[in-house]
Structure formats: C-alpha cells, structure tokens
C-alpha cells in the first residue's frame, strides 16, 4: 500500500500544479484578448500571426506511409493482440508479451505509451484512466 499511497500523493501535486497552470493561462489569455480588442494594429497583426501559423502547420506536417514488417509474425498473432492509438504504442505491448507479460502489463505499458504520445486524446491535459478487474478480488 505504500507504494500506491507515494503515487496517490505525487499524482495529487500534479494535478494541483495543472490545475495552476491552467487557471494563470486562463487569466493570461483573458488579459490578452482584451489588450487585442482595444488596439486595431494589435488584431491586424493577430490576425496575420494565426494565418502564418496555419501556413507553417499545414506546409511542415508530413504524409505518413505504412511498410509491411519484414517478419509477418511480429504483426500476426494467434493468441494474443495489442491494438493502441499508436503505432509504436503497440509495439510496446507486443515486447511485453514477448517476454512473458500478462495482459495486464501490456496493457498498462501500452496506455502509459499512448498518455505520452497521444496525450491530446487521453483528457485534459493527457494523463491516463486505468480499470483494472480482478477476478480473485471481485
């Protein structure tokens, strides 16, 4: 129980310290909007920085292409699957029950990948939500 009373406490102070964070970028974004609509030159150029921003977005993202893995085996499975958001996140799963994992593990690695790699689609401000059953505990 130590062990799980230790990340109750630290994920607690990490929440808080979001919870900080977003309320200063609230107030700071709401100063700033209203800075933006008392000043002409101050929206033209706005304006101009979100269009170029989008310009950068849209010109630097890349096409993706998906190559078959040289052993099909690695991809195939007859018993078991790891399916997560990405890619890579999956292929986490896959090592851990390579070498002998549970379930349970994989899973657990491959959500803790996706929190870090998808974290815009794990919740506010990323983050991840286990449920786990236990059959033996109910």
Known sequence: MGILSCLSGV???FFGFLDECYSRL??????????LSTSKPKRYLFAVFVI???LILALTQRHHTVTPSETPSDECYGKAA???DAGTCSEIGRDILKNK???VDA???ALLCVSVV???SM???GGVVFTIYSASTG
């Open 11 to 13: 994920l607690g102070r």
């Open 26 to 35: 609230c107030s700071l974004f709401s100063n700033f909007f209203d800075q």
């Open 52 to 54: 170029v921003l989008i």
């Open 82 to 84: 790891v399916i997560a």
């Open 101 to 103: 994992g549970s379930a």
């Open 107 to 109: 899973a657990i690695a």
């Open 118 to 120: 998808n974290f815009h």
């Open 123 to 125: 919740g506010i401000g």
